[in-house]
């Protein structure tokens, strides 16, 4: 069992695209991180929450990685027109992807 003493968690919300490619960056820095999926729930689509171990003063290489790993894209979704006699929808740009990050403070993260 090996305890690291003063950690923090980061819960990283990311598209399941960019989760792999993430994962990776992150275990190429020796950052743990486990996946969790998840849903969206604007546009109901398959999303991963990435639970990220790490170490004090790591934050801003981790948020960096992530960063570059997650991209931004615009996608376009089908909006009805509001008050038209015929319910046509309208295509709406919107921007999906990226990452939501939170970050806990930990005073003792156990890996067994």
Excluded: H
């Excluded at 695209?17 to 999926?37: C, H, N, R, T, V």
């Excluded at 981790?62 to 376009?76: A, D, G, H, P």
């Excluded at 979704?77 to 930990?106: D, R, S, W």
């Amino acid at each position: 069992m090996e305890a690291t003493n003063e950690s923090n968690l980061l819960f990283a919300i990311v598209q399941a695209q960019d989760a792999d490619i993430a994962e990776q960056a992150l275990k190429s820095m020796g950052i743990d991180s486990y996946q969790l999926p998840s849903v969206g729930g604007f546009l109901g689509r398959k999303n991963i929450t990435l639970i990220i171990d790490s170490p004090f003063g790591k934050n801003d290489e981790i948020i960096t990685v992530l960063k570059n790993s997650c991209s931004q894209r615009i996608e376009f979704i089908a909006v009805p027109i509001e008050n038209a006699q015929l319910a046509i929808p309208t295509p709406t740009q919107i921007a999906v992807g990226g990452a939501a990050i939170f970050g806990v403070t930990a005073e003792d993260i156990i890996k067994l």
